[in-house]
DNA sequence: CGCTTGCCTGGAGTGCACTCGAAGTCTCTA
DNA sequence: TAGAGACTTCGAGTGCACTCCAGGCAAGCG
């Protein structure tokens, strides 16, 4: 079970057990080290680790930005490292304020397996250039921020003395 | 009139007329152009210069985030060049995700004169690292991305020929 | 004079991304 | 075996930054 989602290989399974090879692997990853050994952990392990609120978490799930996470018998999630790795993306992907929409979309086409790649490489493409863009207007602003706090530097020295 | 306002000279005041200087100058700035000679725009004319809609130059005054606006003797706004040059300054603060209420606290500190210099720079300067930290992570974002497009590009490539 | 256009106000509505609450179930420790 | 605490779902609430609407005024035109 959980086999559903296929990344070309980037995800480094990690740690626990043998898994077995969702693609074939011409890559291969370092895992990087996980909080502990396993590769189960419960939501509030989740939370701790992310820095995300259970309820986001489970909000995540909801509205498919999750892989299926798997359960115990009794319905509670056990999240893998698989799914660590998972969030670790978004995580990256949120800081450049791509807008959860997008995100799911993406999260919609890794469950699509992999006649999709050619459609995931796109959209994280647009996204790089939205994210250049973003890196270029910020710039932007740094040097009209650095003008004006000149100013005011200059305002105070002037004021001070003379 | 509205010489309410105050910053240390950065505003570069433009065009129509000779208007009194808010501050002794020892910097002065070239004004760069305006959409036409005058210095009375109607809020859609502005609406249509800043790209912002005219109930959104509203609202900024509602909450406090722009400076006196002049009205004609009918109520209606009359923007002037200062006012243009202020809206660029808080289009380029905004555009690097500054908080609107942050945004009303500078303004509120410009209203307040000359003796709030120190704070203002204060503000910019916490305001311009986070936009340095915001740089930042967007490159780290980039990074990852950039790896990721690659594995895709390798995969479609392989799957193409081999 | 009526019509259109542009503007005014205050307040309500929207979309996003969470965030929380209620009510109930399960697990763990003493 | 009892109680604390973690977990479940669904739905409602929050905060931000707009965005829109209703109802009304003022000016210009034929």
Redesign the pocket.
């Known amino acids: 079970m959980t086999v559903t989602q296929s990344e070309p290989v980037t995800s480094g399974t990690t740690t626990a057990g043998p898994r077995p090879a969702t693609v074939r692997g011409c890559h291969t990853r370092p895992p990087h080290p996980r909080p502990t050994g396993r590769d189960r952990y ?4 989740v ?1 701790e680790h992310t820095g ?5 978490l ?2 995540y799930e ?1 509205i498919g930005l999750m892989p299926h996470v798997d ?7 056990r999240f893998s490292n698989r799914d660590l790795d998972w969030l670790d993306l978004v995580a990256k992907l ?1 800081l450049t304020g791509m ?3 997008d995100m799911v979309r993406y999260a919609e086409l890794v469950r699509a397996g992999e006649g999709t790649f050619a459609e995931r490489e796109q959209l994280l493409t647009a996204h790089r250039d939205d994210v250049r863009q973003r890196i270029a207007e910020l710039q932007g602003t740094l040097d009209v921020l650095d003008y004006k706090i000149d100013i005011y530097g200059d305002a105070r020295r002037a004021s001070e003395r003379c």
């Not at 419960?42 to 392990?45: A, F, P, R």
């Not at 995300?52 to 986001?56: G, I, M």
């Not at 359960?71 to 999630?77: D, L, W």
């Open positions: 419960t939501i509030s392990e939370a995300l609120s259970a309820h986001t489970r909000w909801r359960r115990t018998h009794t319905g509670q999630r949120r807008p959860v929409a």
